[in-house]
């Protein structure tokens, strides 16, 4: 019976064998053009919203590997381009709906290009209605639930040359077995959940990513195995609420256990997670943490707001005591951890009094970061129907205020590291300031130092010399 019921939330291995049947399909298509070519069909994928769609990216880009295609970074040679959308804000779908009007020209000059939209925004109705009437030129579109079946759809469109535009996000399961093209050699996202079952009041993510579903304990062991032998240096385990991994399953198997196990595996590397709810962010987690060989010293937190009233208004079922529980244990138990959270800014109804909770439970929280945000009403979201929404330039005028707070706790937590020697993971050359390396330590935090080609993807001890609101800067110790 328990057996027959995990089996049900898998895609079945008859379902992933057809799908590689149509990858072959593509495959020998592809084949043919580079005959005909003398170069292979060039794919392009570009990814917003989270770390979650990033993961996911990762399987079309494997996927579409796999079908014979070569990734490139520029849409203007790609034969097949894909835009992974994300929905959690107005700003992401407007700007996933302006990129994929860029590329009407690009479909104007090459008829042949295939345009695919899938990700979170097209999952809702009415963005579904937007690409089937105002941009027909896009081929494929599909939600969230069906990117293992990328090949048949794309088998399909180049079959018959039809539109396909699949809306019927009923099913939600886990696939096993999709091929994975990682962007990074060194850093590297494992999923352990898909889906959310919280309903945050102004979140639009349950509905868009189906319930929680866990993945099974032994595919998530294999697969960082698997990383930690080829070399991967930082792992990051992802779910919308970690904390949630293996309720689904009905055993007695929590994400803490989870980590315990992975924590086993031999090796010289980092574990990350993200995110954990703090409604259920347990004692047991945080122990766990604590006495780890491979467990980062870094826990991120969304508080959301530190108002008892709002934090109710927003469904988050816990209120700031408890919030603030958590973090004083943390501390607790590992005084040099790195504590990051997310923060929404004018909640429907937020008063001024409610605002400046907030900014006292930031005062109280010292965190070393933390992302904020504007709050982007979602259509269908309960949140998005109440009344007294804030005006936007009072969400502006308050979020201008809360960055000034935190940035005066972040460089206070930045400062004292100026003389200590941290533990760097380097990514190379940095991205914003060419005459510098950059990294991230164990708790995330960014670290520029002059460095060697050669110490991309390795672990340095970097001497911290400034440590400034944003970012840490030092010296290699060779
Ligand atoms: N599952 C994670 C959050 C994922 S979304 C968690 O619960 O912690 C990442 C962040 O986006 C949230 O923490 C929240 O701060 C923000 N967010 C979500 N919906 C939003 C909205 N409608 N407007 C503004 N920010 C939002
Ligand atoms: Fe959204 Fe809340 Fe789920 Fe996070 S826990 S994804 S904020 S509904
Ligand atoms: Fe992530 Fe955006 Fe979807 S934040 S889960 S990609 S709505």
Redesign the pocket.
Known sequence: MEESRKKSRMVSHEEMERQREYTAWIRTENERYFTENGCRPRAFVLTL??Q??EADSEKLAGMAMAMGYEMTQTPEEARLIMVNT???REH?EQRALSLVGQYKHLKAKNPELVIVIC??MVVQEHRINDIKFKYPYVDILFGTSSIHRFPELLCEKLRRGRRILRSDETEYLVAEGIPVHRESGFRAWVSVMYGCNNFCSYC??PY??GRERSRKKEEIVAEVRKLVAEGYRDITLLG?NVNSYGKDGGEEYDFADLLSELDEIEGDYWLHFMTSHPKDASRKLIDVMASSKHIARHFHLPMQSGSDRVLKAMNRRYDFEKYIGIVDYIREKMPDAVITSDIIVGFPEETEEDFEATLNALRRAKFDMIYSFLYSPRKGTPAAQMEGQIPAEEKSRRFDRLLAVQNEISLASNKPLEGKTLRVLCDGISKNNASFYSGRCEGGKIVFFEGEPSDTGKFLNVGIERGDTFALYGTVKR
């Open positions: 919203g989270c979650q769609n994300c929905a959690i992401a990700g979170c639009i993510v868009v990513r919308q």
